[in-house]
């Protein structure tokens, strides 16, 4: 009998996906990360609703404490980014660090299974001519999750499958109410784990970063007021800058060696080209030259085409065919060819280079 691993939240989308394997025949074994430190209201509620679901399925359910590994990856991480004045994604370094790296070394080396599965909404296929397993949009664009799953390893991929990559969310819900899961009526996550657990992203960093007033400059340095922390400013931000101005102000920069916000109309938040690091072609062999493809530069925003150049050392250079409003150092630029994810990397400061 086929065996999987399948990483259960406690939420409406992993309970589906595991009861869908199991009516598929498979064996199934429930895995719970227990991720965050002190405030996880939501990890400890969701370590019970998975456990219910085990329970309701008559499956094995394991509870692995990863609180560390989820305070070094993402706490810490976040907490540096946010302090050297860039926006860190960390969703797709959980993805890779925290998630399918650990749950597919529990499963094979404690458990003896070569496979997990997910609640995500993204596929995964196999492409023969170039023996590489690809990774490709849900079917379901509006929950597609494609995007924060560019980090992922050949190895992750082969032993991953993804049960709701075909389905609508609207799907999903029928079917865990035809499963009659204790799940079926929870609510959306709507943010990122950390916001959703502390309020707000301010709320979080306020936590670990102390309050540190300085300047809000123009962009010859001229001062047009104060700011209290530049870990609550991000580029593009427009709202909340707290200056009157004749048109829109946006925030252009943040200078953490000066403890600066920099400040300037839409045209200087534009971008004609962005350097990406830290990248990984998760579909596709490392291009040696230039190729085209269409970049998604923030997850909520689209795909716009571009001539990706590649650099040395893991590094990209990406010229987009219209100049891009608020491109964030530490956001993701994620590649796609069609439905394909290529690969994707983490936008650099633009003096980087
Ligand atoms: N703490 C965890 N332990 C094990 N697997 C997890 C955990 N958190 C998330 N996952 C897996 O990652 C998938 C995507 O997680 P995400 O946080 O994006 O939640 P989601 O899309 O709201 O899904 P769900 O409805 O299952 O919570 C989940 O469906 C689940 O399979």
Known sequence: MNRVVVGLSGGVDSSVAAATLHRQGYEVVGLT???MKGKGQCCSEGMVDAAFICEQLGIPHHIVDSRDVFQHYIVDYLVSGYEAGITPLPCSQCNRAVKFGPMLSYAREQLGIDQIATGHYARIQYEATSARYQL??????????????????????????????????????????????????????????????????????????????????????????????????TIGQRKGIGIAAAQPLYVIGID???????????????????????VNWVSIPEPTAPIRATAQVRYRSPAVPVTVIPLEGNRMKLVFDEPQFSVTPGQAAVLYEGDIVLGGGIIERPTAG
């Open 256 to 278: 953490a060696g000066r403890n600066q916000v920099i400040v300037g109309d839409r045209t200087h938040a534009t971008q004609p080209e962005c350097t990406v690091g830290r």
């Open 136 to 233: 490709l949009r849900a079917v379901d664009l509006t929950k597609d999750q494609s995007y924060f799953l560019y980090d992922l390893t050949q190895d992750q991929l082969a032993g991953t499958v993804f049960p709701l990559g075909e389905l609508k969310k609207t799907e999903t819900r029928r079917l865990a109410a035809e499963y009659n899961l204790k799940t079926a009526d929870k609510p959306e996550s709507q943010d990122l784990c950390l916001i959703e657990s502390h309020g707000s992203m301010k709320a979080f960093l306020d936590k670990y970063i102390s309050q540190s007033s300085g300047n809000i400059v123009d962009v010859d340095g001229k001062v047009l007021g104060q700011h209290n922390g530049i870990h609550h400013y």
């Open 33 to 35: 990360l227990w991720l």
